[in-house]
């Protein structure tokens, strides 16, 4: 690392720029840099836990950096400290967001007691998770108490990101879901809480009637929480209006689940399945990368999706190639 | 193996204890038996392939067997050969079903066009998908033109299923879906085709609600294929109405999917995807059984689950201890 170590005191002392390293530390794949993350993250995980995790996602152009910069400013006014990463695959090959976060919400990058990270790099979508997961840690321990998951949608890092907090928020746009039709099944079974955003100036109606098509929908899912049934809030980001009834629900849903004891289970689960996902991950990418592996690959693809190879002996080719190189 | 060796030749013979044998050699974990099905496998691959491949799901009670034998006839007497297997990983345990597959369709079972067989043992379901997989090629070599992949409903074995097969059907009891709330998304999501069965007695007006439901319900759903707009029929089982509608419908499909060239695209990724899912699933067992994974594994678990250490140093203890140990 360039400049001073990143160490937990600092940390804990609320100082920015020893997150910002101590994220930068934990995103490195460098091996000499892997045994000073482990030592932080050690120390950073029995000072977290305490923050409220929020997984916010929804469409392009459905006012998703308005959304977080009001609904950001609206829990900074209620004191407290609050932290935005971002959870982008897309963003693997340039290394980071293609817009920088903190030109996407301005004021909220202005505020001290508000932190902005931007989606780490990686080769693929668990690697990418895993990094958020760890920097969420360091958020917490550094004193954020509510952070907020932002997911670039894109498929599956919906569920890795709902797999990561404890509320999952979906942001949708006036009309989108006037009839069962328009409502998209599988990112809406993950919702607790469908935030209409846009509920101002001459789509007030509409964002209305979409407000009341999404909860009955949301009536009709099975619900991940014994002790909560998602709810549909409409605002007006712009506006402003409605940002407190969504701050409210979002609370009550903290409350509940704390008080059946689901949100401290749920966490265990989800701790216990992470673990499992980084060594899938991990054998995975060490088969992928299997210099033997790598030279075969793209002819036994091509034989078993032309049907000349039957997958079970294609898998048995290539393990063999990669345990017979393991041994060598 | 007892007795003569299963070969290819005896296989396309159509002699149905050869390939009950065959079937047996390639559910075989036995390390001197896995070459010889490599070989038998290799042998049947360009053999296979020209079958329609249908996959048969409900709940319990909704009358599987009965609709299966009923169906099976029906194939049998347009002068098809019919083989059914049976995916029900819940048999793991036992090595086998818990009700023997022959005792449940005893008509079928008698006929000399039909192949029967149960599902095989096994430790996950990867493993019981794989080796149906395989059977699956066998019976196609051995000149069966129709194969009915039966799942014994238990969440994650119909995605399995479905998988591996050109249609998806559903079984679904009268009065099931007569409102959306009584749809059960997930499963529905895969159909093909639904089959409102016992649709005869004071059943029958309720059985034409429930497929009207469904007929609905299917429409809203995002299709699957392009040529392939889902169905809903209503049939008795018992009485044999409605029998032969669902096999035209399933010869609709083929024919549909055939034309726009999508059943051998389909074909091609999911043998693709069966080769990566059996790699994972080899590479993961090969970890979960190593010796100084076993030792550590309860205790590792244990702290994840109870904040006090974090997934990603987890995995990392778990994998150090693992490469640690290839290499020793």
Chains 1, 2 share one sequence.
């Not at 890795?160 to 509320?167: I, K």
């Amino acid at each position: 690392m360039d400049g001073s170590e990143p160490t937990i005191d600092a940390l804990q002392g609320g100082d920015r720029r020893a997150l910002a390293r101590a994220i930068t530390l934990v995103e490195s794949t460098r091996a000499d840099h892997r045994d000073e993350a482990a030592t932080l993250l050690a120390a950073a995980l029995p000072l977290s836990g305490d923050a409220v995790r929020v997984g916010i996602t929804g469409p392009p152009g459905v006012g998703k950096s308005t959304f977080i910069e009001a609904l950001g400013m609206h829990v900074l006014s209620l004191g407290h400290r609050l932290a935005v990463l971002t959870v982008d695959p897309s963003s693997a090959r340039s290394g980071g967001s293609i817009l920088g976060d903190k030109t996407r919400m301005v004021e909220l990058a202005k505020q001290p007691d508000a932190f902005i990270r931007p989606s780490p790099g990686g080769r693929h979508l668990g690697g990418v998770a895993r990094r958020t997961r760890d920097a969420m840690l360091l958020c917490e321990a550094a004193g954020f108490d509510v952070v907020f998951v932002e997911t670039i949608g894109v498929g599956q890092s919906e569920v890795e990101v709902a797999d990561m907090v404890d509320l999952f928020c979906m942001l949708v746009n006036p009309g989108s879901g006037d009839d069962l039709q328009g409502i998209k099944r599988g990112i809406t079974e993950l919702a607790d809480l469908v935030v209409v955003n846009k509920s101002d100036g001459d789509l007030t109606a509409a964002a209305g009637r979409t407000r009341a098509a999404y909860a009955d929908a949301l009536g009709l899912l099975s619900p991940r929480w014994q002790a909560w049934t998602p709810r549909a809030v409409a605002c007006s980001s712009v506006e402003g209006t409605g940002i407190d009834e969504v701050w409210d629900t979002i609370e009550s849903f903290t409350a509940a689940v704390d008080a059946s004891g689901e949100r401290q289970q749920r966490r265990g689960t989800q701790a216990r399945s992470w673990m499992w996902s980084e060594i899938r991950d991990e054998l995975l990418d060490d088969f992928r990368s299997d210099p033997r592996v790598v030279d075969r690959l793209p002819l036994v693809e091509k034989q078993v999706e032309a049907g000349d190879l039957t997958p079970t002996e294609a898998a048995r080719q290539l393990l063999d190639a990669f345990e017979h190189d393991a041994d060598g």
